[in-house]
């Protein structure tokens, strides 16, 4: 792993850990699947830190910044090009659309600790963070982390507005940030907690009040300090989803939820209602 450490330093990827292909069977269904190196060997975790200056928003912090999809795959193909013209061997990258539980590898890969709401929480930049991953046929010297979980507060789960963290785990259907995304209309329920919320898309509470975040460093990222948008008016939606991870809903779920927090906008005179 560190004949690979500098050329992915190179690439801007500021931290990363590898853990056996075989430790991360099974694999999810994933189209990219196809794209696995034969005989993959192992699995290159990459952290992608996403934690800007605050400043007002109404959208979740990861989706206030430059699309990651397009960034972090930039860099993690930069990267592979790199380690493909050194070492004889495929590097294939992997961004959200991946057949590698991300989550689990990096946990495995000692990047970090599991957070109850299912995030990993990495000792430097908290639970803000992307993850990418490299698939490659080269062998590599590996030493695995056994997994660990974050301090067990509770303090996500009291701050839940959909109770969705518990014991068993978390339940992702009810979770805010899910809700938001959803299309169609939604629910008595699912409005109201849109409008508790208070976000057009997505939810940071659990991260927000989470004590192992209270010291995260931001991103050193260029392209994610460079280009942030988190406070949208109403005449925005339609551009903003061009370049934004809330991209490949498209605008109805950010205009169904603009009208619920602050009215029906479509009616105004330049549709380019301040929300605040």
């Known amino acids: 792993m560190e004949r690979l450490r500098p050329l992915l330093e190179r690439a801007g990827i500021p931290e990363a850990g590898a853990v056996s292909f075989s430790g991360c069977l099974p694999l999810l269904p994933c189209q990219a699947a196809k794209r ?31 699309d990651y999809h397009r960034v972090a795959g930039g860099m993690l193909g930069q990267a592979c090009q790199a380690l493909g013209e050194i070492f004889p061997f495929r590097f294939e990258p992997f961004v959200d659309n991946s057949p590698i539980r991300e989550v689990d590898a990096a946990l495995r890969a000692g990047l970090g600790v599991l957070g109850k709401n299912g995030l990993l929480i990495h000792p430097k930049y908290g639970s803000w963070v992307f993850l990418g991953s490299i698939v490659t046929d080269m ?42 995304q959803k299309k169609g209309e939604l629910t008595p329920e699912e409005t109201l907690l849109v409008k508790e919320g208070g976000l057009l898309w997505g939810c940071d509470i659990c991260q927000e009040v989470c004590p192992m975040n209270r010291m995260a460093a931001e991103t050193p990222i260029k392209a994610f300090l460079a280009d942030r948008k988190g406070l ?38 330049d549709n380019q209602h301040n929300p605040l």
């Open 36 to 66: 696995l190196p034969e005989g993959a060997k192992a699995v290159v975790v990459c952290i992608f830190p996403y934690l800007t200056p605050n400043e007002k928003r109404n959208v979740s912090r990861y989706a206030a910044v430059q």
């Open 139 to 180: 062998p590599l010297s590996l030493k695995e982390t056994e997994k660990r979980a974050c301090i067990g507060c509770g303090a996500c789960a009291k701050a839940c507005p959909a109770g969705c963290i518990g014991r068993g785990g978390v339940n992702k259907a009810r979770c805010l940030s899910a809700v938001t």
């Open 232 to 269: 949208l008016s109403y005449g925005d939606l339609t551009r903003a989803v061009r370049f934004r991870a809330y991209g490949f809903r498209g605008p109805g779920p950010l205009r169904r939820n603009y009208e619920i927090l602050y009215g029906d906008a479509k009616n105004t005179a």
